[in-house]
């Protein structure tokens, strides 16, 4: 009786044996065919679009476009553009390589670790005159970070995109320099877009009415309605 049962025992598990060889390339080719493709590397049409990854140089819309510091050979091609004015972040001018009096130079010096409402209220403010005017171009050093907030503050502010929409766009755009986006990124998560967009219709210098150019509109006009 026990050897019976031991031959069953034997069988049973020669059939689970072999079934389970039988089952193995059928769940190779059925994982093969079910498994998920990988998603098209298609860039939205929404993004900014290259046209000289060389001096980081992309358009994001008919009248605005961002780049890393050009020189004094690629002014052709931005003056085919129609650039009419040059915004700049980084510290040093552009007196070095835009030399046509045509085009209007606005410096305004940003640093991502220390940016605050007022900066980017200029800024922002800035860049609408420049458009009233004509083609503008905004740029820091690398048309990386400085360029990348302000950029993505625009989009949110003046074309109603969402955050997560305009981080997208900085760290996926290809504009490169993601490891120090740090502080870029942390300004515009934690930035309120409501008071951004009523201090700019307003006129406003700032979100804060204890802002240092705040308080110095507010002593100014004391001083001239004595």
Wanted: aromatic residues 8%.
């Amino acid at each position: 009786m026990n050897r019976i049962v031991q031959s069953l025992r034997l069988v049973l598990a020669a059939l689970m044996f072999f079934s389970a060889l039988l089952a193995l390339p059928l769940s190779m080719a059925w994982g093969a065919t079910s498994a998920p493709a990988p998603l098209p590397d298609v860039r939205p049409a929404n993004w900014a679009q290259p046209l000289d990854t060389r001096i980081n140089l992309y358009r994001m819309a008919p009248d605005l476009y961002r780049s890393a510091l050009p020189a004094v050979q690629d002014w052709p091609q931005l003056q085919a553009l129609g650039i009419t004015t040059v915004i700049n972040f980084y510290q040093h001018g552009d007196d070095q390589w835009l030399v046509d009096p045509r085009v209007q130079q606005v410096h305004l010096p940003l640093r991502t670790d220390r940016i605050d409402d007022t900066d980017v209220i200029e800024v922002l403010r800035s860049i609408r005159q420049a458009q009233s005017r004509g083609t503008v171009l905004i740029h820091c050093k690398h048309g990386q970070n400085r360029t990348g907030l302000i950029a993505a503050l625009y989009r949110v502010i003046y074309q109603d995109w969402s955050k997560e929409q305009a981080l997208a766009e900085m760290r996926g755009g290809g504009f490169g320099g993601e490891d120090r986006m740090g502080d870029a990124e942390r300004y515009l998560s934690d930035a309120n877009i409501p008071a951004l967009r009523s201090a700019l219709a307003t006129g406003a210098c700032s979100t804060s009415s204890w802002a240092l150019c705040a308080l110095k509109a507010r002593l100014l006009g004391a001083i001239e309605g004595a």
